[in-house]
Antibody, heavy 120, light 110 residues
Framework: QVQLVQSGAEVKKPGASVKVSCKAS????????MHWVRQAPGQGLEWMGI????????IYAQKLQGRVTMTRDTSTSTVYMELSSLRSEDTAVYYC?????????????WGQGTLVTVSS | QTVVTQEPSFSVSPGGTVTLTCGLS?????????PSWYQQTPGQAPRTLIY???TRSSGVPDRFSGSTLGNKAALTITGAQAEDESDYYC??????????FGGGTKLTVL
């Protein structure tokens, strides 16, 4: 069965960077795109970007361009999301979610989420 | 910048039918936006309900259905149950690999 297991909670200071991992299992890792979505406390879902684990190519939300980097390690079936220059508004639960086959731009299976807290 | 719009809140009686909508601040939602719908209860990860307008994700009960309604996408729950009380989000595909979520609808079943 498809499983996405994310890394644990992080506490970071403003200006620092955070790197969240998402380890995939139960399917062919390189055959499905991976999304990253975040949710600030009490707020809605925000689409952050997507990575193709096969070629490593990425597309990011315009709002996060320049601060977000998504990468993958095919040897461990893991995708990573790194966010730099953190500010308090980046405090959120970060989710990875696998795309739906040919409709890669639609997330289907979701990870459990990783809470990132940015506080001085 | 295009904004995806949803009703902030809605209520339905147990056993009743409710339709939530997903629109655009400018323009109409068509199937070309591949509307999808997600359910989220507090403290849980989202669950994908519907994608490509009307395709149910694996394991989703058939009381959930998707469609387009006028110039919007719609999620209909027929025979609402207590456990359907959740936040519901729509997402639209804007092209070039970019997707945008709506602000979400808080559904109360009472």
């Amino acid at each position: 069965q498809v499983q996405l297991v994310q890394s644990g909670a992080e506490v970071k200071k403003p200006g620092a960077s955070v790197k969240v991992s998402c380890k995939a299992s139960g399917y062919t890792f390189t055959s499905y795109y991976m999304h990253w979505v975040r949710q600030a406390p009490g707020q809605g879902l925000e689409w952050m970007g997507i990575i193709n684990p096969s070629g490593g190519n990425t597309i990011y939300a315009q709002k996060l361009q320049g601060r977000v980097t998504m990468t993958r390690d095919t040897s461990t079936s893991t995708v990573y999301m790194e966010l730099s220059s953190l500010r308090s508004e980046d405090t959120a639960v970060y989710y990875c979610a696998r795309g739906v086959g040919a409709f890669y731009f639609i997330p289907d299976y979701w990870g459990q989420g990783t809470l990132v807290t940015v506080s001085s | 910048q295009t904004v995806v719009t949803q009703e902030p809140s809605f209520s339905v009686s147990p056993g009743g039918t409710v339709t939530l909508t997903c629109g655009l601040s400018s323009g109409s939602v068509s199937t070309s936006y591949y509307p999808s719908w997600y359910q989220q209860t507090p403290g849980q990860a989202p669950r994908t309900l519907i994608y490509r307008t009307n395709t149910r994700s694996s394991g989703v009960p058939d009381r959930f259905s998707g469609s387009t309604l006028g110039n919007k996408a719609a999620l209909t729950i027929t025979g609402a149950q207590a456990e359907d009380e959740s936040d519901y989000y729509c997402m639209l595909y804007m092209g070039s690999g970019i997707s945008v979520f709506g602000g979400g609808t808080k559904l109360t079943v009472l």
